[in-house]
């Protein structure tokens, strides 16, 4: 049995990289992934980051512009350095001017992110769940009347809606168990990240599984992903190596490589992604970190993708 035919998969956009990416690449890639049949392109949310890394926001806008029927989302924004009226307002429109294909990603981050924009760490799970409520309710209701321990609105109108109803996807992100927990209780679905490792993720799906059933929402309908960065090639090393680069030059953490990454002939790489399905993921973001699109069809190859 093929692959996409037990799970759909995901590709990411050419967005962030050691080297400058051409706005060529971002269209190519769109449209081969659009045209090939994969489910959805993402992009990460990095501002100040040393290596190249376009807007997640505008990226996907134009990716939705030269697409028509592939999903667009970020995986993911962290949301407590942002104001929610704002994501709100980015993700109505990124809804209504794709048609109704946006996904929001959201997560808590981490320490850098909050020295980045001048923001507390302090409540920072308060202001993130405050968010979701904040942007849910802008989404869905005529006037906002909001009262929470950091936002505050009264009466507050956002005219433009999204298509979807009630509203677009939110996805979580975040491996610590808390977050996982946080997931369930609170997202529409929940992606393990790229840089964190496959043993991590195998722990994090009973975890997950557990709290849905204990929340009483349904395990086998609740997406369920991880992001893997990758590199498919004829020559096994040359794969690990493209692989090695980024978890040496982006996450300055070589040992990912093994970990974390995907890397290897396509029967090397079909066999670690099964291993990826056996450990519960329902989706899987696949993000290639070289050659981008010879990538697509490489990918699309071994999952059995085809026009």
């Known amino acids: 049995m093929a692959l996409k035919d037990r799970i759909p998969f995901g590709l990411s956009l050419p967005h962030r990289s050691p080297d400058p990416i051409d706005v060529e690449a971002v269209r190519a890639v769109a449209q081969r992934a659009d045209a090939l049949g994969f489910r ?13 890394s376009f807007d997640s926001v505008v990226v996907l806008t134009y990716a939705a512009a030269v697409t028509t029927k592939i999903r667009v989302g970020v995986s993911v924004i962290v949301l407590p350095v942002q104001h929610p009226v704002q994501v709100a ?20 981050g981490r320490e850098h992110h909050y020295k980045e924009f001048q923001v507390p760490m302090e409540h920072r ?9 904040v942007i849910k309710a802008l989404w869905t209701e005529s006037k906002v009347t909001y009262h929470g321990g950091i936002f505050h609105l009264d009466g507050e109108t956002m005219t433009i809606k ?10 979580f992100g975040g491996d610590h168990p808390d977050a996982v927990r946080r997931a369930a209780s ?18 994090s799906v009973p975890i997950l599984k557990a709290e849905l059933e204990k929340l ?6 609740f ?18 190596a493209e692989v090695n680069r980024w978890y040496t030059e982006v996450y300055h953490n070589p040992a990912g490589t093994d970990a974390s990454g995907v890397h290897g002939t396509p029967e090397q790489v079909r066999e670690q992604l099964e291993e990826l399905i056996a450990a519960g993921a329902t989706h899987l973001l696949l993000n290639p970190v070289a050659r981008y699109t010879e990538q697509a069809d490489a990918l699309a190859e071994v999952v059995g993708l085809s026009q």
Request: proline share 7%; aromatic share 8%.
């Open 40 to 52: 959805d392109v993402w992009v990460t949310h990095n501002a100040l980051d040393p290596v190249f």
């Open 89 to 108: 307002h980015q993700f109505a429109s990124l809804d209504r001017l794709s048609n109704g294909r946006a996904i929001l990603g959201a997560g808590i």
């Open 125 to 133: 799970v308060r202001r993130f769940r405050e968010q979701i409520e």
């Open 162 to 171: 999204p298509v979807q109803k009630p509203h677009p996807p939110i996805w």
């Open 186 to 203: 609170l997202a529409d679905a929940w992606m393990g990240s790229g840089g964190s490792s496959k043993a991590v993720f195998g722990r």
């Open 216 to 221: 009483g929402r349904d395990p086998k309908t």
């Open 223 to 240: 997406p369920v992903s991880k992001r893997v960065f990758m590199s498919v090639h004829e020559r096994a090393d040359v794969a690990r």
